[in-house]
């Protein structure tokens, strides 16, 4: 096991070598960049002390330096937990997203735990319900869950909440709590709030993980062993916790790796039809103003959150399972 | 059997018979016509008959072919053009087509709008006037409009009555008909699936399958990007992509870009299995034939290999498609994606943004109704044809 935990952090530093290079090649890709507009600023406006800033951006963030040299000063500073500047609010990247992290680890939290609570029982009756109506059901709603746009679903949840349950819309917690010390009632609110994000970004998820559950438990409950355990007279429930079930758990937790990128994604769309303070619409905003070391932070951040959710995925499914442990892929 | 050789001493004797004639087995057992169709049929008959068992996926396929044959025909379906503006009817609630007036069958007609300004609010308010009955045209000459930029054409499947608006599902703030631009829409939004799959699929045959005829490093290297791309998340990398494109490009150029963006992330789960296809393939006994006969690693793929499991590829890929439409319209509701005036079901959904359109103009969210029509068809129709896609089970 201690051998599989060190070469699985091993592969993990390439990985993230090569995804922060992906991002910086994107991030610097349209054309034109911070340095070119200042300049073209200041020879505009004709101000005094241009030269000053411009000398500024150049030593302290390397404007204008071959692409490479860039990089790696990029990489150096997320090393030391330096993630750059950001130019449009004139603060450090790690003060401006601030909060919004946290906010945004909370609501896929909360998110995986939905799915998880939903699609585990469901997937279990729609397998051992096989065509029955409520199967019937369930797949169709699976279905429909795939297919609505999740900004749609954000909309008119929205909306009902707001009709028939009273809860304001947007935001993550009712506006007086907003940079309020901790309190019971600011929970009770940001509950409160989660329920429809949670709802919207975790309901194709959950679709998603009830059709894989069905699937696997079905082959599962095919299966001699299964026969033969019925033959020897084992109670229909306690045979189905103990041998099926188990097995077909594996996509539940191999699922946190790919689950982890849905739901960022998700988010993303979600947050800004509810104006939600993660970290969505900030990344839309940076990627549209192109204030690069932002939107490159950001979109590292997810990389890395995705990269480490692969990773604690894999470890869990060795600690559970021999087979992977011992040199097999994981299985789905 | 004939007996033309036998040899016969005598009549008496039990006959020896040696016939030197080819030995056809279905002269002993015969095989009922039901039977012989069944077993001399070939792969793509079976799995054609196969298919045609998944009724939702009969019924999903006929749509979807319904649907493609309709974007040939745009110009004629739709009543007006993408452009054409009624300067009267800013966010017209929909028209409902009736076809009994006070009990008096009339065929197709709508009631004409009576148009007031609220005079607190001064909010437009539009009430449908029973005094103004304007029946439906059939096949008629309506507003003009250049087929596919070939030739021009007034011909309509249907129009409004003289001097008379037709919005059967309202307009938006400009007094665009939305019925007919949806029916536009569909021209981008469908093909932007299609041309992204395509080329993700002939992005994941050739890289699936030079991983896994080769193996070794090369493998190994392509392994390795596709778990990088595959552990960035797809939509803010998709913005991203999607914001490099210079905003000076011309309409079909975006169009253009962003199928090529949301194919450079699909490609990886097909290349994925058309690896692991192969690995086990490769050792196959007709592979190692072809490699002594001195066939090129492209022909081997191509000719011997792929065709093995074409049809697993063509399911899966069927059932990818509705991932792009989706991501389209996500891109275009976000102001990411492809841009006014390219019509698209995204971006007509962009004018749907917040909440007060829910409560004020509800039929601006009409586009999503055939975007969750069309991913279910997908979805159904995929379905079918990956069950369908191995007739010997």
């Not at chain 1, 819309?169 to 929970?187: A, F, T, V």
């Not at chain 1, 905003?285 to 950001?298: E, I, K, P, V």
């Not at chain 2, 001399?40 to 009969?58: C, D, I, Y």
């Amino acid at each position: 096991m201690f051998a599989y935990v060190i070469r699985r952090l091993f592969i993990m530093i390439p990985t993230l070598l090569a995804i922060s290079f992906l991002i910086f090649v994107i991030i610097q890709a349209p054309p034109g960049d911070y340095l070119s507009t200042v300049i073209a600023e200041c020879q505009s406006r004709g101000e005094s002390g241009c030269e000053d800033k411009i000398k500024f951006l150049q030593d302290e963030f390397h404007l204008g330096d071959p692409f490479i040299e860039q990089y790696g000063y990029w990489v150096w500073g997320l090393l030391q937990g330096d993630l750059g500047y950001s130019f449009e609010y004139q603060l450090p990247v790690s003060q401006v997203v601030g909060d919004r992290l946290w906010l945004t680890m909370i609501v896929a939290f909360a998110t995986v735990l939905f799915t998880w609570i939903v699609a585990f029982p469901i997937g279990v009756y729609s397998a051992t319900h096989q065509y029955s109506l409520s199967d019937y059901a369930v797949t169709f709603f699976g279905m429909l869950g795939l297919a609505v746009p999740s900004f749609l679903l954000a909309l008119v949840l929205l909306y009902l909440a707001n009709v028939y349950l009273g809860i304001s819309i947007g935001g993550l917690m009712d506006p007086e709590y907003i940079g309020q010390p901790w309190s019971w009632g600011k929970l009770h609110s940001i509950l409160q709030h989660l329920l429809i994000p949670t709802l919207v970004i975790g309901s194709s998820g959950a679709a998603a993980m009830i059709r894989r559950l069905r699937a696997n438990l079905l082959d599962e409950l095919h299966k001699q062993y299964v026969v033969t355990a019925r033959a020897k007279g084992l109670p229909p429930g306690r045979l189905l916790l103990k041998y099926p079930l188990r097995m077909s758990l594996n996509p539940f937790i191999a699922d946190i790796g790919t689950l982890l990128p849905e739901l960022v994604s998700g988010a993303v769309i979600v947050s800004q039809v509810m104006s939600l303070p993660t970290t969505g619409p900030m990344l839309l905003r940076a990627l549209q103003s192109q204030d690069m070391y932002l939107a490159g932070s950001f979109l590292m951040f997810l990389a890395v959150l995705t990269v480490v959710g692969v990773l604690l995925s894999d470890l869990a499914l060795a600690a559970l399972d021999p087979r992977i442990r011992l040199g097999g892929g994981a299985t789905k | 059997m004939t007996l033309d050789n036998a040899i016969r001493p005598d009549d008496t004797s039990i006959p020896h018979t040696v016939s030197r004639e080819p030995f056809d087995p279905y002269s002993v057992e015969q095989l009922s016509p039901e039977q012989e169709r069944y077993f001399l049929a070939s792969q793509w008959k079976m799995m054609w008959w196969r298919f045609l068992r998944h009724r939702l996926a009969v019924i999903s396929g006929v749509f979807l072919l319904l649907l493609y044959a309709s974007i040939l025909v745009c110009e004629f379906l739709a009543p007006y053009g993408t452009g054409t503006r009624d300067h009267k009817a800013s966010f017209a609630p929909p028209q409902t087509v009736h076809l009994f007036d006070n009990g008096e069958f009339l065929g197709p007609f709508v009631y004409g709008y009576d148009f007031k300004r609220n005079e607190i609010t001064l909010m437009p308010e539009y009430s449908a006037n029973p005094a103004k009955v304007e029946k439906l045209r059939f096949f008629c000459e309506g507003e003009k409009y250049e087929f596919w930029g070939l030739f021009e054409g007034r011909l309509h499947l249907f129009c409004p009555a003289e001097n008379a608006t037709l919005h059967i599902l309202g307009t938006d703030k400009l007094g665009h008909d939305l019925l007919s631009r949806l029916i536009y829409g569909a021209r981008i939004s469908l093909t932007i699936g299609l041309f992204g799959v395509t080329l993700s699929f002939l992005l994941g045959i050739v890289i699936g399958g030079v991983a896994g005829y080769y193996g070794g490093w090369v493998d190994n290297l392509i392994q390795r990007v596709i778990e990088v791309l595959r552990s960035l998340p797809h939509l803010p990398l998709w913005m991203a992509l999607a914001a490099i494109l210079p905003k000076n490009w011309s309409a079909i150029i975006v169009y253009f870009g962003i199928t090529i963006i949301l194919a450079m992330l699909d490609w990886t789960g097909l290349a994925r299995a058309v690896r692991s296809k192969l690995l086990s393939l490769r050792e196959e006994e007709f592979c190692v034939a072809a490699q002594l006969m001195g066939a090129r690693p492209s022909r081997i793929i191509g000719r011997h290999l792929l065709p093995s499991f074409m049809s697993h590829l063509i399911a899966s890929a069927t059932l990818s498609v509705p991932a792009m439409i989706l991501g389209e319209t996500s891109l275009s509701y976000l102001g990411l994606g492809l841009r006014r005036p390219i019509v698209s079901w995204g971006v007509l959904l962009n004018n749907a943004q917040d909440i007060d359109t829910i409560v004020l103009y509800p039929w601006l969210m009409a586009p999503a109704i055939p975007v969750i029509l069309v991913v279910l068809a997908f979805n159904f129709f995929g379905d079918g044809l990956r069950d369908a896609a191995d007739p010997y089970k």
